[in-house]
């Protein structure tokens, strides 16, 4: 795995470049590293190369459903924290158990502010989750 990097790693993750496009531009400023794909199968390689804090990942994509790729993203990384966009309603009864509290469900079109609220929270509490852990494991 690589070195800790300065700035969390976002990895964004839609069939759809001009969404991807946005989001890079949403977070351009933000202390936060965006890397986008187009491609599920790429997401998850680089979910082992980097370490990556947070998955934002479309719902419908061919080849591989968001909460497909949340699955395998826990099982690799389960420190990674999910972001769901879609523009359709999502039967979370019909997810498996373990998913159904991992990650946070954004409707397309976002509302920017809260998405960048959203992100920033979460990368606070997990900020928080490291530090306890340190200092608990002595560090």
Partial sequence: MNPRRENPVMLCVDDEPSVLRSLERLFRKEPVEVLTTVQPDVALRWVEDHDVRM?????????????????EVMC????????????????????????????????????DEELKSKVRQILRELDQEDREDRRTSGE
């Fill in 55 to 71: 998955l934002v990942t479309d719902q419908r994509m061919p080849g591989m459903s968001g909460t497909k790729l949340i699955e």
């Fill in 76 to 111: 690799r990384s389960p420190r990674t924290a999910c972001i769901i966009l879609t523009a359709y309603p999502l039967d979370t009864a019909v997810l498996p158990d373990f998913l159904r509290d991992t990650y946070v469900l954004v409707t397309k079109p976002w509302d």
